[in-house]
């Protein structure tokens, strides 16, 4: 192989752990490999964004992935750092999430060219269903013993913990099942790497070891380290929770400012895992940076690499557009060009006061709307003053005493923007 897959992860800080001679061996000829996804929701979030990333970079050393959906996985819940079990679910919904999934990672893989390295997507519910309980203890059970499981730290953590109430036999055999995936795919596929997060270690080599004793081959395992943040807050998260790559979860200029809004020092590690830049491209907007981190470099690229990945090159415009309506200089056209739900977002958390149509319709005087009926500013007198400072704007114009808002100032037929200063907002909604 040209590419050494291996050392692309390393530069990157994208490997944490794999078994000796995995390198090698990948060097060697196309190999294929696979990651699972849990399918209890039909949107990826970016915690899920690191394994996607795995198998882009596999394929594009010359490698084969699969994306492996947990449906039978999902009816069951992976105790690997978790502190409590996961909802079951029925074989539609699991079939729906697959579909969305699927679509999801078509961003990052190539499942459709004829090359012989296209991705496959598969479901582990369709080997699994006709499985009895008899045949699985018969077959895959007695093959390891209840003490080699016990000395997962998945399990072993979750036994232990004070706030547990211990771990359901269910759960205990999630790591059979997982292991199971790993010998089917090797028998059916050829695939002889699984690839996950650390805390899957345990779960992966205990596929290796099937392999091992079943199939009378080698498995090989490598993982990618836990994301972190630098202020120690869990990555992935915002205050809405789960940071979705569907846009209907969380739109486009949510998922760009996310990314925006990151520390110079996770700046600097985010922009070599969540893009496919080159190192050199990476050193030299490192440099850059650093002579004016006040300008942000790292942050703007890699939130304009990954929006554009995840949703378009388009939804980066509206996104880059959005935000300059908050932080920069922008026009009344700028802000009448956002739909209703890209202006709810800018303006998300800014006060707000619902009035009636009528009332603007026959022209809202401009001393009554900042202060008498929206409580904006606190009297007609503070209105009257803040006037003739010249710092109100009514949908980013400025305007003077005795302008009057009328039908032609909605926005999307419905929102007014006042703005005192540079900071100061408040939404009128007209209902």
């Not at 530069?11 to 944490?16: A, F, T």
């Not at 970016?46 to 084969?64: C, D, W």
């Not at 026959?362 to 007609?380: R, V, Y």
Request: net charge negative; with cysteine.
């Amino acid at each position: 192989m040209a590419v050494n897959f291996i050392e692309e992860l390393r530069w990157r800080g994208m490997l944490h752990d794999a078994m000796p001679g995995t390198e090698e061996y990948l060097m060697e000829q196309m190999r294929a490999a696979y990651v699972g996804f849990d399918p209890t929701a039909d949107s990826l979030h970016i915690g899920n964004l690191v394994p996607i990333m795995l198998l882009a970079h596999y394929q594009r050393a010359g490698h084969k992935p699969f994306a492996l959906v947990g449906g039978a996985t999902g009816m069951i819940g992976d105790p690997s750092g978790k502190s409590a079990e996961r909802n079951l679910l029925d074989e539609k919904t699991l079939r729906h999430n697959q579909d969305s999934i699927k679509s999801q990672l078509a961003q990052f893989l190539d499942f459709e060219s004829n090359a012989k390295n296209a991705a496959v997507l598969v479901n582990n519910y369709d080997w699994m269903k006709d499985f009895s309980f008899l045949d699985f203890i018969r077959d895959v059970g007695k093959h390891i013993t209840v003490n080699y499981m016990m000395a997962k730290d998945s399990v072993k953590n979750r036994i232990s913990a004070e706030s547990s109430d211990g771990m359901s036999f269910t759960e205990f055999t999630y790591q059979l099942v997982q292991g199971y995936d790993f010998l089917h795919l090797y028998k059916e596929h050829d695939c002889t790497l699984q690839m996950g997060g650390s805390d899957q270690w345990g779960n992966i080599t205990t596929g290796t070891e099937l392999i091992r004793r079943i199939g009378g081959g080698k498995g090989y395992a490598l993982t990618c380290p836990l994301i972190t943040k630098s202020d120690g807050s869990k990555f992935g998260k915002s205050e809405g929770g789960n940071v979705w790559l569907d846009a209907k979860r969380t739109s486009p200029y949510k998922f760009y400012q996310y990314w925006l809004n990151t520390s110079d020092e996770d700046a600097e590690k985010y922009i070599k895992i969540f893009t496919f830049l080159t190192k050199e491209e990476i050193e030299s907007l490192i440099s850059e940076h650093a002579e004016v981190p006040h300008q942000r470099i790292l942050q703007k690229k890699l939130a304009d690499e990954i929006t554009i990945m995840v949703h378009s090159q388009e939804d980066l415009d509206n996104a880059i557009k959005a935000s300059n309506i908050l932080f920069g200089k922008s026009t009344s056209e700028d802000l009448k060009g956002l739909d209703e739900a890209a202006f709810l977002d800018v303006f998300e958390g800014v006060p707000q006061k619902e009035l009636s149509k009528d009332l603007i319709k026959d022209g809202l005087d401009i001393i009554g709307a900042l202060a008498e009926h929206t409580g904006f500013l606190k009297s007609n007198g503070e209105a009257r003053r803040a006037l003739k400072e010249n710092s109100i704007s009514v949908n980013k114009e400025k305007i003077k005493e005795g302008y009057s808002i009328t039908s032609s100032d909605l926005i999307n037929n419905k929102f007014v923007l006042l703005q005192r200063g540079k900071k100061n907002y408040f939404v009128i909604r007209a209902v």
